[in-house]
């Protein structure tokens, strides 16, 4: 019933930049908390970056002055801009969401399908 669909994804050099979007559809009564996270080949996912409804930012010491997550009028969309890229940040990057779908339901997770980022010469 809910849908989280990434695009933006791709191969880019050293130095480049690349914008992630996500957005979310479906029976969605209120959303709450957004954010990207990663995975890299053989590690386990972690945070990137998170964008609450109100605004607030939260980012990984790994990305901080180098990724901006926004979220335009608190609506089910989210982007990461990603600048400065490295090698190390080639990963499955993934949408997270919190949501209701009816106004009793309790917050839940909800993931995309992941978007791959490569950062390579």
């Known amino acids: 019933q809910v849908q989280l669909v990434e695009s933006g994804g791709g191969l880019v050099q050293p130095g480049g930049s690349l914008r992630l979007s996500c957005a979310a559809s479906?029976?969605?009564?209120?959303?709450?908390?957004m954010g990207w996270y990663r995975q890299a080949p053989g590690k386990g996912r972690e945070l990137v970056a998170t964008v609450t409804s109100g605004g607030n930012t939260n980012y990984s010491d790994s990305v901080k002055g180098r990724f901006t997550i926004s979220r335009p009028n608190a609506e089910n969309t989210v982007y990461l801009q990603m600048s400065s890229l490295k090698p190390e940040d080639t990963a499955v990057y993934y949408c997270?969401?919190?949501?209701?779908?009816?106004?009793?339901?309790?917050?839940?997770?909800?993931w995309g399908q992941g978007t791959q980022v490569t950062v390579s010469p």
């Open positions: 479906g029976r969605i009564f209120s959303s709450g908390t």
């Open positions: 997270n969401a919190t949501l209701k779908t009816t106004y009793w339901d309790r917050e839940r997770h909800y």
